[in-house]
């Protein structure tokens, strides 16, 4: 009887059905532009958004109150509002834009919020959050730009030092501090740090775009005299970027400070220390610094309270206004040559310290060097602590792996030297650490260490962007579970500021095409709205006048190094997936011209609706045997790829136009993706549905994108997984076909397929690189070959995220976590797990801005038990896998239409439940 329309299924709830406890309604998490109590905001109109908290099923706000004062005492006793919505009957809790009184620049502003449930309850008013505006205005800014008065134009230069002291002779009310730099730079006020991020301000189109930052130094300012400390460092600004040939300075030779402070004493009079010709300069300590090369540091010309009052600066240089404005050709520094807006506030996530590794193993290799094992992939840097004589000179290089004799190995950094030298100053303990540069690595050699390794003293510091964590998935399969670890760090590992390819060699650049395949991935694992709005915005600024896309943004190629599929459709992915995620329609908004201009491009580039012109990178890194002599090669035709993807990019411009309303462009675009599909077919494909190109990455594509008529379709799946078999059950997929290709399987039934694609362990699989003790995910499916010889080094990063975008179909498929594709951002939530692969336990979480979702799965005894969580103000459609004739039993309550379940329906292979906020657990017989 499987599968007849007569079989019953009964399911059985196996939770408390008790009476809901009224009176339990609370806020928290409250969140202005995705953060929490942010300063230095520059829009004008802000998105609040909040959660709910609340023990009882099925809560549902209904009304809401939000109030906004100049001080939180403002606040409690309703005085002085700049906004009061009063009671604003609404389910939205998300992206609620401010409309109160316009903001100025440098305030801070405070608010709260209260809500209304479908049970009755209000809440009490939330404890107050605030945030402070940034500059808002050119003639806001009042600092010049300063560089240094001595030479200093070459990236070999010491990273120069600027001072200057200040008096502050009342009490103090508050201090904000606005800084940014050409190159990088690290700030202090009487010797102690300013904020904790590294590698500001970070990485932008800098002649485009220049983010700032603001910091509220209020409690670093003491009575009477005060010094500002600032240091800079050559960074992404001047340091040589890419590969193949000298290409440095890119955005100037000189660094440069910008640095703005007020001041706000108790009596409400303010004070304004701005960068001018008053501050003095010298060099430092740090002798040279590059982003590839590394850092020296000679510890002996510490200028030791340099960045303290009372320091005698009498020997430094003076400073000199850069004379230039702001480097970029206008005079007023603020704006950009083009017109645009230079100096914007900064709404990513900065660069912090994260995770610490102490040696796992300290040994010896072969070849006799001095070698430290850290037992994990990442990117940072390492901290020493040593104590010798001066002069004394310690060099730490960095590898990812050793070689096949167990020696050290950094032959795939190509030209990146990834080498820190410290140079003593003999003044018993000291600590080294890089301050304008990184490295990606697991292991270091060290020479010239003075007295015993121990580990100790030797500590590995991951850095990356201060993205919340977000997702979790574990199993019972430990390969998998290893899996997901090594996707979790390629991604905390590249994600640094701009999306990377890769940490450790001479590239290091925000390639477009492997963000977009990972995007996915990415905003399950970490709150990634911020950081991918901030890099689309240079996406969009860098973007040619004729709308073909760099390979790389920020931008610092060739005007040649454009236009290929795949790569330049960033444009379009990955806006539609941050509205899919986060259900802000803003990024659609701003990035809406940039979608068209890309789709625009490729349709200039076609003849008869068909894109079959100019270079591609195409199915990158796919699978080529080194002697390859009878055409195993799994090489697809990059003109049928660049048709799949002009389809995709059409059709999610035509999806953003449908959600922005604009009517006009949805019906032009429709007619135009019919025809692109159409021309598709004439050219690629026979009378009996048999694709020019046989790849699996080919067959993927265009059914992952929908481009054979539906009577080709099943037949289409029957050669890819014919292909599949033929390649002895591999996947032989590259960079743009790997991210569909399980997705495409389960999506026509064939989940038995991709779970064996998922679970094979020998090459090229997912789980071959797992079984050879990676800890992040390969560049490719055999750097290290099973012989134990590397692939090419020229290409072959043992940190790349590009082949982990199977996280995707891990947390939607296996866990089955899903947002509603029209109701976005998790607000309605899709749970439908496809149970296989021999597993027998799921676990995955994933946090949103309505709470936890939660999605586990046993199997045990024939029976599967599903355990969902739904956060409030939310709901959910739960599929629950009960295909069998044999009737389910739980523990004595049937599943019925109560306590926060609002229906039941049964589905070919499910069972499906629609359900309010909650806990709830179910168990069907298998």
């Given at each position: 009887?499987?599968?007849?329309?007569?079989?019953?299924?009964?399911?059985?709830?196996?939770?408390?059905?008790?009476p809901?406890?009224a009176?339990?309604?609370?806020?928290?998490?409250l969140?202005?532009?995705?953060?929490?109590?942010?300063?230095?905001?520059?829009i004008?109109?802000?998105?609040?958004?909040w959660?709910?908290?609340?023990?009882?099923?099925?809560?549902?706000?209904?009304a809401?109150?939000?109030?906004?004062?100049?001080?939180?005492?403002?606040l409690?006793?309703?005085e002085?509002?700049?906004?009061?919505?009063?009671k604003?009957?609404?389910s939205?809790?998300v992206?609620?834009?401010?409309?109160?009184k316009?903001l100025e620049?440098?305030?801070?502003?405070?608010?709260?919020?209260?809500v209304?449930?479908?049970a009755g309850?209000v809440?009490?008013w939330?404890?107050?959050?605030?945030w402070q505006?940034?500059?808002?205005?050119?003639s806001?800014?009042k600092?010049e730009?300063i560089?240094?008065?001595y030479?200093e134009?070459?990236?070999?230069?010491?990273?120069?030092l600027?001072?200057?002291?200040?008096?502050?002779?009342?009490?103090?009310?508050?201090?904000?501090?606005?800084?940014?730099?050409?190159?990088?730079y690290?700030?202090?006020?009487?010797?102690?740090?300013?904020?904790?991020?590294?590698?500001?301000?970070g990485?932008?189109?800098?002649?485009?775009r220049?983010?700032?930052?603001?910091?509220?130094?209020?409690d670093?300012?003491?009575?009477g005299k005060?010094?500002i400390?600032?240091?800079?460092?050559s960074?992404?600004y001047?340091?040589?970027l890419?590969?193949g040939?000298?290409?440095?300075?890119?955005?100037?030779k000189?660094?440069?400070?910008?640095f703005?402070?007020?001041?706000?004493?108790?009596?409400?009079t303010?004070?304004?220390?701005?960068?001018?010709?008053?501050?003095?300069?010298?060099?430092?300590?740090?002798?040279?610094?590059e982003?590839?090369a590394?850092?020296?540091?000679?510890?002996?010309?510490?200028?030791k309270?340099?960045?303290?009052?009372?320091?005698?600066d009498?020997g430094?240089?003076?400073?000199?206004?850069?004379?230039?404005?702001?480097?970029?050709?206008?005079?007023?520094r603020?704006?950009a040559?083009?017109?645009?807006?230079?100096?914007?506030?900064?709404y990513?996530?900065?660069?912090?310290?994260?995770?610490?590794?102490?040696p796992?193993?300290?040994?010896?290799?072969p070849?006799?060097?001095?070698?430290?094992?850290?037992?994990?992939?990442?990117?940072?840097?390492?901290?020493?602590?040593?104590?010798?004589?001066a002069?004394?000179t310690?060099?730490?290089d960095?590898?990812?792996v050793?070689?096949?004799?167990?020696?050290?190995?950094?032959?795939n950094?190509?030209?990146?030297?990834s080498?820190?030298?410290?140079?003593?100053?003999?003044?018993?303990i000291e600590?080294?650490?890089?301050?304008f540069?990184?490295?990606g690595?697991?292991?270091?050699?060290?020479?010239?260490?003075?007295?015993?390794?121990?580990p100790?003293?030797?500590?590995?510091?991951?850095l990356?962007?201060?993205?919340?964590p977000?997702?979790?998935?574990?199993?019972?399969?430990?390969?998998?579970?290893?899996?997901?670890?090594?996707?979790?760090w390629?991604?905390?590992?590249?994600?640094?500021?701009?999306?990377t390819?890769?940490?450790?060699?001479?590239?290091?650049?925000?390639?477009?095409?492997?963000?977009?395949?990972?995007?996915?991935?990415?905003?399950?694992?970490?709150?990634?709205y911020?950081?991918f709005?901030?890099?689309l915005?240079?996406?969009?600024v860098d973007?040619?006048?004729n709308g073909s896309?760099?390979?790389?943004?920020p931008?610092v190629?060739?005007?040649t190094?454009?236009?290929?599929?795949?790569?330049?459709?960033?444009?379009?992915?990955?806006p539609?997936?941050l509205?899919?995620?986060?259900?802000?329609?803003r990024?659609?908004?701003?990035q809406?011209?940039s979608?068209?201009a890309?789709?625009?491009?490729?349709?200039?580039?076609s003849?008869?609706d068909?894109?079959?012109?100019?270079f591609?990178i195409g199915?990158?890194l796919s699978?080529?045997?080194?002697?390859?002599?009878?055409?195993r090669?799994?090489?697809?035709?990059?003109?049928?790829?660049?048709?799949?993807?002009?389809a995709?990019?059409?059709?999610?411009l035509?999806n953003?136009?449908?959600v922005?309303?604009?009517?006009?462009?949805?019906?032009?675009?429709?007619?135009?993706?019919q025809?692109?599909?159409a021309a598709?077919v004439?050219?690629?494909?026979?009378?009996?549905?048999?694709?020019s190109?046989?790849?699996?990455?080919?067959?993927?594509?265009?059914?992952?994108f929908?481009?054979?008529?539906?009577?080709f379709?099943?037949?289409?799946i029957?050669?890819?997984?014919g292909?599949?078999?033929?390649?002895?059950?591999?996947?032989?997929?590259?960079?743009?076909?790997?991210?569909?290709?399980c997705?495409?399987?389960s999506?026509?039934?064939?989940?038995?397929?991709?779970?064996?694609l998922?679970?094979?362990?020998t090459?090229?699989?997912?789980?071959?690189?797992?079984?050879?003790?990676?800890?992040?995910?390969?560049?490719?499916?055999?750097?290290?070959?099973?012989d134990?010889?590397?692939?090419n080094?020229?290409?072959?990063?043992?940190n790349?995220y590009?082949?982990?975008?199977?996280?995707d179909?891990?947390?939607?498929?296996?866990a089955?976590?899903?947002?509603?594709?029209?109701?976005?951002?998790y607000r309605?939530?899709?749970?439908?797990p496809?149970?296989?692969g021999g597993?027998?336990?799921?676990?995955?979480?994933?946090?949103?801005?309505?709470?936890?979702?939660?999605s586990?799965?046993?199997?045990?005894?024939?029976k599967?038990r599903?355990?969902?969580?739904?956060?409030?103000n939310?709901?959910a459609?739960v599929?629950?896998?009960?295909?069998?004739?044999?009737p389910?039993?739980?523990?004595?309550q049937?599943?019925?239409?109560?306590?926060?379940?609002?229906?039941?329906?049964?589905?070919?292979?499910?069972?499906?439940?629609?359900?309010?906020?909650g806990?709830?657990?179910?168990?069907?017989q298998?």
């Amino acid at each position: 009887m499987r599968g007849k329309k007569t079989s019953w299924i009964f399911l059985f709830l196996l939770v408390n059905c008790g009476p809901a406890v009224a009176g339990n309604l609370s806020i928290t998490d409250l969140l202005l532009e995705n953060e929490t109590n942010p300063v230095g905001i520059d829009i004008l109109q802000p998105c609040f958004s909040w959660r709910l908290v609340a023990d009882e099923r099925g809560i549902r706000q209904t009304a809401y109150e939000v109030r906004v004062g100049t001080s939180a005492s403002a606040l409690s006793r309703n005085e002085n509002l700049i906004w009061a919505t009063g009671k604003k009957i609404s389910s939205q809790s998300v992206h609620v834009s401010y409309a109160g009184k316009i903001l100025e620049s440098g305030v801070r502003y405070f608010w709260q919020v209260r809500v209304w449930d479908n049970a009755g309850n209000v809440s009490d008013w939330s404890s107050p959050a605030y945030w402070q505006m940034g500059l808002l205005k050119p003639s806001d800014w009042k600092a010049e730009w300063i560089e240094t008065g001595y030479r200093e134009d070459s990236r070999s230069d010491p990273s120069p030092l600027f001072r200057r002291e200040f008096d502050s002779p009342k009490k103090i009310r508050s201090a904000t501090a606005f800084l940014t730099a050409h190159g990088l730079y690290e700030a202090y006020i009487n010797g102690h740090r300013v904020g904790d991020a590294h590698l500001t301000p970070g990485w932008t189109s800098y002649n485009k775009r220049l983010q700032y930052q603001v910091y509220d130094v209020t409690d670093l300012i003491g009575d009477g005299k005060n010094a500002i400390g600032v240091m800079l460092g050559s960074g992404w600004y001047r340091s040589t970027l890419g590969w193949g040939k000298i290409n440095h300075d890119i955005y100037g030779k000189d660094l440069g400070l910008l640095f703005q402070m007020e001041v706000i004493y108790t009596d409400g009079t303010k004070q304004m220390i701005a960068s001018d010709e008053s501050w003095k300069c010298s060099a430092g300590a740090i002798r040279s610094s590059e982003i590839y090369a590394g850092e020296v540091i000679d510890a002996r010309l510490e200028k030791k309270g340099w960045s303290s009052a009372g320091y005698d600066d009498q020997g430094w240089s003076a400073v000199k206004a850069a004379r230039g404005g702001n480097g970029f050709g206008n005079a007023d520094r603020t704006t950009a040559r083009d017109g645009r807006p230079l100096l914007t506030a900064t709404y990513n996530e900065a660069v912090k310290e994260h995770e610490t590794f102490i040696p796992v193993r300290i040994f010896r290799t072969p070849e006799g060097d001095a070698v430290m094992d850290f037992g994990q992939n990442l990117t940072g840097f390492v901290r020493v602590s040593a104590s010798g004589r001066a002069g004394d000179t310690i060099v730490i290089d960095h590898a990812e792996v050793l070689d096949k004799a167990g020696n050290f190995y950094t032959k795939n950094y190509r030209t990146a030297r990834s080498q820190n030298k410290y140079i003593l100053a003999g003044n018993g303990i000291e600590t080294f650490e890089p301050h304008f540069t990184y490295q990606g690595f697991r292991y270091i050699r060290v020479k010239g260490y003075p007295g015993e390794l121990k580990p100790e003293n030797f500590t590995a510091v991951a850095l990356y962007s201060d993205m919340r964590p977000t997702g979790s998935f574990s199993c019972s399969n430990p390969l998998l579970d290893q899996l997901q670890h090594n996707i979790q760090w390629g991604q905390r590992g590249n994600f640094l500021d701009v999306p990377t390819d890769c940490p450790q060699r001479d590239e290091r650049l925000g390639w477009t095409g492997d963000a977009q395949v990972f995007s996915a991935t990415a905003a399950y694992n970490r709150h990634v709205y911020n950081f991918f709005a901030k890099w689309l915005k240079d996406i969009s600024v860098d973007q040619f006048a004729n709308g073909s896309m760099p390979y790389v943004v920020p931008n610092v190629l060739d005007s040649t190094s454009s236009g290929s599929t795949g790569w330049g459709d960033v444009a379009t992915i990955i806006p539609w997936q941050l509205y899919l995620s986060y259900g802000d329609k803003r990024v659609l908004e701003a990035q809406y011209g940039s979608m068209k201009a890309w789709v625009g491009y490729m349709k200039r580039n076609s003849r008869n609706d068909l894109w079959d012109s100019g270079f591609h990178i195409g199915d990158w890194l796919s699978y080529h045997p080194e002697d390859d002599y009878d055409g195993r090669s799994a090489v697809t035709d990059k003109y049928l790829i660049a048709q799949c993807y002009y389809a995709h990019s059409t059709q999610l411009l035509i999806n953003a136009a449908k959600v922005l309303g604009r009517t006009e462009d949805e019906r032009s675009y429709t007619a135009l993706l019919q025809r692109i599909k159409a021309a598709f077919v004439q050219e690629y494909v026979s009378p009996n549905g048999r694709l020019s190109s046989g790849t699996q990455t080919a067959y993927v594509l265009a059914l992952q994108f929908d481009m054979l008529p539906e009577k080709f379709r099943q037949a289409a799946i029957g050669r890819l997984i014919g292909n599949i078999k033929d390649y002895g059950g591999h996947l032989t997929t590259g960079f743009l076909g790997t991210p569909y290709l399980c997705g495409v399987l389960s999506r026509y039934g064939r989940e038995d397929e991709a779970y064996k694609l998922l679970l094979q362990e020998t090459y090229p699989s997912w789980l071959y690189p797992v079984k050879q003790g990676a800890t992040t995910i390969w560049e490719r499916w055999d750097g290290i070959r099973p012989d134990g010889t590397f692939e090419n080094p020229d290409m072959n990063s043992f940190n790349h995220y590009a082949y982990g975008a199977i996280g995707d179909w891990m947390y939607n498929t296996i866990a089955g976590i899903n947002t509603d594709p029209v109701v976005t951002g998790y607000r309605k939530i899709i749970i439908k797990p496809h149970p296989g692969g021999g597993l027998t336990k799921v676990s995955a979480g994933l946090e949103t801005y309505y709470g936890k979702i939660g999605s586990q799965w046993t199997l045990e005894d024939g029976k599967l038990r599903m355990d969902v969580e739904i956060p409030p103000n939310t709901s959910a459609t739960v599929y629950i896998p009960s295909g069998g004739a044999r009737p389910v039993t739980g523990q004595g309550q049937p599943l019925t239409i109560s306590d926060g379940i609002t229906g039941i329906r049964k589905e070919a292979k499910y069972t499906v439940v629609e359900i309010g906020s909650g806990k709830y657990s179910f168990v069907a017989q298998q």
